[in-house]
């Protein structure tokens, strides 16, 4: 019935014993208790737990993870394709749409599948704003404030969504444009001479490219662990350098004898410095702006609990919570609270609108 009455509504049911195991199978997410009536709740749940109490760290802490990990997750894997494909877009109004692609085909196929895959993997499956276990468990009262962040799905949406696709263009037009033009009139690679051709634009465009996805997805970890340092630096940087220098020495390569001319250039190490200056600061501009000025609940207790550690708790000295700090989050989220009430408040009204006229038309049905 709940269901029924809201298409965009989530529930959750949450039984011990057979008499729960339609509830629990009408539910979008069911939740099993291991009980003395049996077995039957458990195996018709999407989830089971030993005991009621483990409902708050599955729904406050790993729910609320999940939702960030992968709202994150999506608009990042929008936003490094097109930052590849539209490149080669804009590569075939200068080659006449002859065919010819900007990257070299084994890039092309390396690119999602090796190099930029692992710190995607890594950041979906580490990544977390705060964490009670390592932090200490009084955070854990500063919880509820953070629950509407997936409850009202504040990250995958189509503002942020637009917002990640402009960049996406904007970096993929920086990409191609900088190397071309930095190359237009210089044509002469290294003092020996060497000179520069449309291979020593692919592999100056591309290191540009891995480097801009790269240094973006590293802004955007907040959870830095040992596993994030070597996915991102060994199995994402090393791999591709592994790429370039393995072309280099492979006659079947297009690039094949170009890259260590390229290395040899001071022009292409500037312009990767170029590149990526112009895009990182872009990102952390706008990141800034938001961190300060459009925070989200979890961005204030980013900020309340780097100012703690900052004052030497550790590990081993949890974090402690006060009074106070309980209510000036409160004071933070008032606004945002009243927000989301108005828009709460606007679709009741909808949907009592709805539900009114749904009985006029069964009215309607009962009298013919």
Request: aromatic fraction near 18%.
């Amino acid at each position: 019935m709940i269901k029924s009455d809201d298409p965009e509504i989530i529930t959750l049911a949450i039984g011990d014993g057979a008499n729960d195991v339609s509830m629990i199978r009408e539910a979008h997410i069911g939740v099993g208790l291991y009980g003395n009536e049996g077995m039957r709740a458990v195996q018709s749940s999407d989830f089971a737990l030993g005991e009621f109490k483990f409902l708050w760290r599955l729904i406050m802490h790993h729910g609320r993870l999940c939702y960030l990990r992968y709202a994150e997750l999506t608009l990042y894997f929008f936003y490094k394709n097109l930052v590849m494909t539209i490149p080669q877009l804009y590569f075939g109004f200068l080659n006449g749409f002859s065919g010819l692609t900007i990257f070299e085909e084994y890039y092309i196929t390396s690119y999602n599948l090796f190099f930029t895959s692992w710190p995607l993997v890594i950041k979906a499956l580490l990544e977390q704003d705060m964490n009670y276990t390592l932090q200490g468990t009084q955070i854990r009262k500063l919880y509820p404030n953070l629950y509407y962040i997936g409850n009202k799905v504040t990250i995958f949406t189509w503002s942020n969504f637009g917002l990640w696709i402009l960049l996406g263009i904007f970096h993929s037009v920086i990409v191609l444009a900088f190397p071309m033009w930095v190359f237009q009139d210089n044509h002469v690679l290294t003092p020996a001479g060497v000179t520069v051709d449309m291979w020593t634009l692919s592999i100056t465009t591309a290191t540009c490219l891995f480097a801009v996805v790269t240094a973006k997805i590293a802004l955007y970890t907040r959870w830095w662990t040992q596993y994030n340092f070597f996915f991102y630096s060994f199995l994402s940087v090393g791999v591709y350098v592994g790429y370039l220098w393995i072309c280099e020495f492979w006659p079947g390569s297009p690039v094949y004898q170009i890259v260590k001319p390229a290395h040899d250039s001071p022009l292409f190490w500037l312009t990767i410095l170029l590149v990526g200056s112009i895009t990182f600061l872009s990102d952390y501009l706008i990141e800034y702006v938001r961190f300060n000025h459009f925070g989200t609940g979890s961005d204030y207790v980013r900020r309340l609990l780097d100012s703690k550690i900052g004052e030497g708790m550790t590990v081993e000295k949890p974090v402690a919570i006060t009074e106070k700090d309980i209510t000036d989050m409160k004071e933070f989220m008032k606004p945002i609270k009243e927000y989301y009430m108005i828009q709460d408040k606007a679709r009741e009204n909808y949907l009592n609108d709805l539900r009114d006229k749904n009985l006029k038309i069964a009215a309607i049905k009962t009298k013919k």
